[in-house]
């Protein structure tokens, strides 16, 4: 899944942040399938069940169903055409969430080999801002984090200083 890339950081961030906000145990919908950090969030004492695969831009269901007081969705919002519809349809009264970053130096994410991994939106924190309380959201706490890359030019040298990724704690209004 990461190529020899895996996110050491990024997880040790979230995690962190995770416990800063939500006390284990505690019941989780995670949003896209089973991944490595399900996997952290479980040994932390937390109840995780992931939806299916689903298109949430189309069938928002897992999330109007789900008996779960938290919704978590790390780097997902950025793939989803219309993320306002799950945001907005969300049973859950607590959310956690991760983007990464527009950065004005590097294009919009984009695999020629995976139609899933594709990012249809890259968000500046205001842009996310304004979506997550359109949606009916009251964000109650966020940070950012930078992401270096071990490359050698310009664009890896402004890894180190220019956040990349980006993250919530929302509680519903």
Known sequence: MYEGTFPHKRYKETLEFLREHIAAPATILDLGVHNPFVDFMQKEGYTVSNTSGEDLDLHTEAVQQSE?????????????????????DMKATKLVTSIPLKLWFAPAYRSKTD???RHY???EDW????LLEKAGWEIK???KWTHPI??????????????RYYIV?????
């Open 68 to 88: 779960a007081e938290i919704v978590t969705a790390f780097e997902i919002f950025e793939h989803l055409i219309a993320p306002f519809n799950v945001l907005r």
């Open 115 to 117: 139609p899933w991994d």
């Open 121 to 123: 939106h890259e968000f």
């Open 127 to 130: 842009q996310f801002d304004w």
């Open 141 to 143: 706490a966020k940070k």
């Open 150 to 163: 071990k490359k050698i030019g310009f664009r890896p040298l402004l890894r180190y200083f220019t956040p």
């Open 169 to 173: 704690y929302a509680e519903r209004k």
